[in-house]
């Protein structure tokens, strides 16, 4: 979890030291796995009405986590409500990609 994505699937790098790796690694959505740049999104809900498994719904940021995001992150807030989208249930997705097709954001990254 950063600033930039406090909504996104954390990657496991504590077994390896990759570091140098990380901010890279955090832009590229893995097998089995969906990135969700909550700066970009604007919680219109789209990738929670197409996705066929249920995977990705909606919730309200905190005021924390609206204070942790990136200036762009936090007009966007201002001005299209706190809302958006996070992972619910990763284990559900079968990685068809409809949700990063349909995304009018470009917000998510989904894994092959
Ligand atoms: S379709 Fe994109 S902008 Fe809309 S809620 Fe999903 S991630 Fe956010
Ligand atoms: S890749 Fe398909 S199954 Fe996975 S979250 Fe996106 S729409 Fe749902």
New binding site residues.
């Given amino acids: 979890m950063n600033g930039n994505n406090v909504l996104d699937t954390p990657l496991n790098l504590n077994s390896i030291n990759m570091q140098s790796l990380k901010p890279k690694l955090n832009r590229i959505a893995l097998a089995g796995e969906i990135r969700?740049n909550t700066s970009?999104?604007?919680?219109?809900?789209?990738?929670?009405d197409i996705c066929p498994n249920k995977v990705?719904s909606?919730r309200d940021l905190s005021d924390a986590e609206i204070a942790g995001l990136p200036f762009k992150g936090r007009v966007k807030v201002f001005f299209k409500g706190r809302r958006?989208?996070y992972v619910q249930n990763i284990n559900a997705c079968i990685s068809c990609k409809l949700?990063e097709k349909?995304?009018?954001?470009s917000?998510?990254q989904a894994g092959d």
């Fill in positions: 969700i970009s999104c604007d919680g219109c809900g789209k990738c929670v990705i909606l958006k989208a949700c349909n995304c009018h954001e917000a998510i």
